[in-house]
């Protein structure tokens, strides 16, 4: 069973920093994409930030520059760290893993629970 388990949301005043972490488990890790993504209220769920099996990183337009997502593939963790948070920055994030549970299962993504983050002005 493949857990995602994200850590570190919370209320934050703006020009303020958050790191979020995702605990992984019961999956391959080391060999899988894992990403950010959020969801304001009354919006669709967006693409955050990614980051590819061999640490390449993409992030969206609106975060370039003040958020970076990174790996620790020893501790099987994937990390957001947001700096100069804005108010458009709230809502809940959710941890994605694009990845197989093992090496003779197919490929398949995977959500955590999502943790709230808030911005106030």
């Known amino acids: 069973q493949v857990q995602l388990v994200e850590s570190g949301g919370g209320l934050v005043q703006a020009g303020g920093s958050l790191r979020l972490s995702c605990a992984a488990s019961?999956?391959?890790?080391?060999?899988?994409?894992m990403g950010w993504y959020r969801q304001a209220p009354g919006k669709q769920r967006e693409l955050v930030a990614t980051?590819?099996?061999?640490?390449?990183?993409m992030s969206a337009d609106s975060v370039k520059g003040r958020f970076t997502i990174s790996r620790d593939n020893a501790n099987q963790t994937v990390y957001l760290q947001m700096n100069s948070l804005k108010p458009e920055d709230t809502g809940v994030y959710y941890c994605?893993?694009?990845?197989?549970?093992?090496?003779?299962?197919?490929?398949?993504?995977?959500w955590g629970q999502g943790i709230q983050v808030t911005v106030s002005s």
């Open positions: 980051i590819t099996s061999d640490g390449s990183t």
């Open positions: 019961g999956i391959m890790f080391s060999r899988s994409a």
């Open positions: 994605n893993a694009d990845g197989r549970r093992a090496s003779w299962t197919r490929r398949s993504e995977y």
